[in-house]
């Protein structure tokens, strides 16, 4: 079972460089989400969709935008990149509904390098 | 804004026992979660709680005091495989998920 999977794995991208993180379910989940994983910090929230078509910004959308075109595929879009959008990125599912339960199925993590 | 607190890291000895805490804030609460996550890979979900007490699963168990805002996560019997970063997050009044910066578990022979 693939479950979420992220591309790419890694990237090195110079400031104001732009590029996309694909994220792809094939659980048939309603709810997609991106996170970031910064050292010494929780998971944070940069932009959620709810369903195919519909995106909402979470705890950190600046600098980033997202797109749900299809139900399995959730983007992440970084227009220009910068130093501080140096992290690791989680795309993450769930379903609808289990919505209250919270319980999130994880990719394997993009790591992304703005130098 | 909300916080989750634990501490940052922990060490214990294989076979033995180790509780991790997990304080939230208590406005809007609509359950407490625990994950796991090995180094440079996904977090995976453990355990979820929305009423007080303990859920046990195997060798690992939560706890839950709503009135606390107040959990922890036992481990028993720990193996060197449990050495991870343990995840404590709050599902809040919003249905978002409010993520703790976890907890670092190193296991020693």
């Known amino acids: 079972n693939a479950g979420v999977t992220q591309t790419p794995k890694f990237r090195v991208l110079k400031t104001g460089q732009s590029m996309t993180l694909l994220c792809a379910q094939d659980?048939?989940?309603?709810?997609m989400y991106w996170y970031r994983q910064d050292p010494g910090m929780g998971l944070r929230l940069i932009h959620y969709?709810?369903?195919?078509?519909?995106?909402a910004k979470g705890e950190v959308p600046d600098g980033y935008n997202v797109s749900r075109l299809k139900k399995q595929n959730f983007l992440l879009g970084l227009e220009s990149a910068a130093p501080s959008q140096t992290s690791v990125y989680f795309c993450?599912?769930?379903?609808?509904?289990?919505?209250?339960?919270?319980?999130?199925?994880f990719g394997e993590g993009s790591r992304l390098t703005v130098l | 804004g909300q916080n989750i607190d634990q501490p940052t890291e922990m060490t214990a000895t294989e076979g033995a026992i180790v509780q991790i805490n997990c304080t939230y804030q208590t406005s809007g609460f609509n359950g407490l979660f625990w994950y796991q996550q090995h180094a440079g890979e996904a977090p995976t979900f453990l355990s979820y709680?929305?009423l007080d007490g303990l859920e046990e699963k195997g060798r690992f168990s939560s706890f839950l005091s709503r009135s606390k805002g107040y959990s922890y996560l036992l481990l028993k019997e720990l193996q060197m495989k449990d050495s991870a970063s343990y995840l404590c997050?709050?599902?809040?009044?919003?249905?978002?998920?409010?993520w703790g910066a976890g907890t670092k578990l190193i296991i020693k022979p």
């Open positions: 709680n929305v």
């Open positions: 993450a599912s769930s379903p609808a509904g289990d919505r209250v339960t919270g319980e999130l199925f």
């Open positions: 659980m048939n989940h309603e709810y």
């Open positions: 997050a709050e599902l809040d009044s919003n249905y978002q998920l409010i």
């Open positions: 969709s709810v369903g195919e078509g519909t995106t």
